[in-house]
């Protein structure tokens, strides 16, 4: 065993007084009498107790003593050399991912963390310095250089709990920027999640694991597509991580208020899409939420939630190339938002149009806008077209977002080209082929139907018009809202005549972003509102700043993070690299031993008291003025102590 602080020993020198207070210690002869009347004859002087008595020490003296003894021993802080744990420089790097907030028992991932930096940290010595960087979705060092544990312990409680992954390559490049050549530098990296190994790689790095494999229940992904006339259609993904089935509630709401729920049975790691219609104004803002019947198989709150916002589908410019087709251009100028220009063959120029429509004409080649197709003479490359049938069989239908509230059914064709293509999806078809695929031909999307509607009676069924106008939505309506996911950044749109706007996340912080650098990191999951911030310079606005608020942001969670079915990183001890420096030896403090030490014998201490006491007080008589027990006769009658005293002064 050695002592850090030997100076500590000097507490030492309390047992002086402790001695010098029994040396004084007055002791007068304790005398059993009836009445004060006897006192004179007693052959007792009337003056005070001699100051200075013969050391005579007690039970409670020795555990006085034994307890400065210890006390002193903890001060000097006593520690066991081990092997080297610390460095010179010793770099901590706290994983502060969304996983981290998932429950271990009574705590978190991130305070287990806390607590074994805070061991590791506790040995620091003389010379030796410690730097703790915080891994989110950004970075920061949040102490550099400290030299005792009070001030890493200030650090870790600045430690802020994000929502996206780690970017451990950027906290490894923090900690790269902050070593010395001159020093021994050891890394520590406490997180939940593999290291890569090309991080770890000619370093001394020790990965300490924190949490175990646990049950979580996710929504992993939430997009809105705007459908005109204030509906919108909601495409959840639903993800069940653990080894066993669960079910679970899912709830939609929008601004706040239930529109739908149904209960989901998810079986073991499975993954379930859910398809929902819902009703709300531009700008409402929808939350689908997860709840399990039994909250024991979901340990991450993070990720029970995705937010997404209703917006009005945007103006489709629409160009449809036919001979004349009153089902394909009535269908067209149903859907919301849709302005038609009806052509005899595809024009030369395209820049204008946002969906090209190919009815029974030629496809040119390079063509960059998106397409539907309808039986075209000819076919663009990408898309091969089988020999024609006749009365081919549509009975296959997939669930293709294109196929929402779509029934094929009743639909009957009487000729038909099956298609196919590497990069096309079969949407519909059936033992003859496939008549209905989608895809993208060179980044372009596609939908293509392998027959004409003069040959089917899909325009005169209820599908026609639901089919048309999700095809304008797959192709070239607003793509669905897919939101941020936390830990990636987005563009703010700062509106003209703003300089700035002011964006609240779900944490309540306020960040300022200018129209001059309008990205913004967002790592919180949530709504994060949108104002106006300040006047753009020389502008006519005189909206005030914060007043009126701007379409909000919403912010996802990462769906790889709430995968805890995976192992944590297996641990690894310190490791010097090949030629760096030599590492000094550890410490294991000791002090946490010795207190309780020390405890135990005021303990003792108090016991010793309490039995001392109560034997005294048995001692007395059994009634006020009764003589003790050792005064009685033999016969047990009580003999008069006044008796005694004048028996001993009788000639």
């Not at 050549?181 to 999640?193: F, G, I, K, Y």
């Amino acid at each position: 065993m050695r002592l850090a602080s030997p100076w500590g020993l000097a507490a030492l020198g309390l047992l002086v007084p402790l001695v010098v207070w029994y040396l004084l210690k007055s002791r007068r002869t304790r005398r059993v009498v009836s009445s004060t009347m006897v006192w004179q004859s007693v052959p007792q002087a009337m003056t005070a107790a001699t100051p200075w008595q013969r050391f005579r020490p007690d039970a409670t003296f020795w555990l006085a003593a034994f307890a400065l003894v210890v006390g002193a021993v903890a001060l000097a802080r006593p520690y066991a050399v081990v092997e080297a744990t610390l460095g010179d420089h010793t770099i901590v790097i706290v994983d502060a991912s969304g996983s981290m907030s998932a429950r271990e028992g009574d705590t978190t991932r991130l305070e287990q963390a806390r607590r074994d930096v805070a061991t590791v940290v506790d040995g620091i010595g003389d010379g030796q310095e410690v730097s703790v960087i915080e891994a989110g979705s950004q970075a920061r060092v949040l102490v550099a250089g400290a030299t005792t544990a009070d001030e890493v312990d200030g650090a870790l409680a600045r430690l802020r709990l994000q929502d996206g992954p780690a970017d451990l390559d950027d906290a490894f490049v923090l900690a790269t920027a902050l070593q010395r050549p001159d020093q021994a530098t050891v890394m520590h990296v406490v997180t939940d999640r593999e290291v890569p190994g090309a991080l770890v790689a000619d370093r001394a790095v020790s990965i300490q694991p924190v949490g175990a494999v646990r049950d979580n229940l996710a929504v992993t992904r939430l997009q809105v597509v705007p459908r005109g006339s204030g509906t919108a259609d909601l495409f959840v993904a639903l993800r069940n991580w653990a080894q066993h089935p669960v079910e679970a509630r899912l709830s939609i709401t929008v601004d706040g208020e239930e529109v739908a729920a149904e209960v989901v049975d998810l079986a073991p790691r499975d993954a379930v899409d859910r398809t929902l219609n819902v009703r709300g104004g531009a700008g409402a803002v929808v939350r689908a939420t997860l709840v399990p019947a039994d909250d024991t198989v979901d340990v991450l709150a993070l990720d029970d939630s995705a937010w997404g916002v209703l917006r009005s589908p945007e103006q489709v410019r629409v160009v449809a190339a036919t001979p004349g087709n009153v089902f394909l251009t009535a269908a067209l100028e149903a859907v919301d938002g849709v302005e038609v220009t009806e052509v005899a063959a595809v024009p030369d120029d395209l820049s204008g149009a946002d969906l090209l429509v190919v009815d029974r004409v030629a496809v040119p080649a390079g063509v960059t806008v998106p397409m539907l197709l309808v039986a075209p003479t000819s076919w663009p490359a990408g898309v091969t077209a089988a020999a024609p049938v006749d009365l081919p069989a549509l009975t296959i239908q997939t669930d293709h977002e294109l196929l929402g509230s779509v029934d094929l059914s009743a639909v009957a064709v009487a000729a038909a080209t099956p298609l196919s293509g590497d990069q096309m999806t079969p949407v519909a078809g059936g033992t003859d082929g496939d008549l209905v695929v989608a895809g993208r031909l060179a980044g372009v999307p596609t939908v293509a139907l392998g027959f004409s509607l003069t040959d089917s009676n899909l325009p005169l069924t209820a599908a026609w018009p639901t089919f048309v106008a999700n095809a304008v939505g797959w192709l070239a309506g607003a793509p669905p809202t897919v939101p941020a996911v936390a830990g990636g950044t987005v563009v703010v749109d700062v509106p003209a005549g703003l300089d700035t706007v002011l964006v609240s996340p779900p944490d309540g912080r306020t960040v300022e972003v200018s129209a001059v650098a309008p990205t913004l990191v967002v790592d919180r999951v949530g709504l994060w509102r949108v104002v106006p911030g300040a006047a753009a310079p020389g502008s006519a606005t005189d909206t005030p700043a914060g007043v009126a608020e701007l379409p909000s942001l919403v912010v996802n969670p990462d769906g790889d993070e709430g995968d805890l079915a995976q192992p944590p990183p297996e641990p690894v001890a310190v490791v010097t690299a090949g030629d760096g420096p030599e590492l000094a030896p550890g410490r294991q403090p000791l002090a946490s031993l010795v207190v309780p030490v020390v405890l135990v014998a005021l303990l003792l201490e108090w016991v010793r008291a309490t039995v001392v006491a109560r034997r005294r007080a048995g001692g007395r008589g059994d009634r006020p003025g009764g003589a003790s027990r050792a005064e009685r006769g033999r016969d047990g009658r009580w003999t008069s102590s006044v008796a005694r005293a004048v028996a001993r002064v009788r000639p």
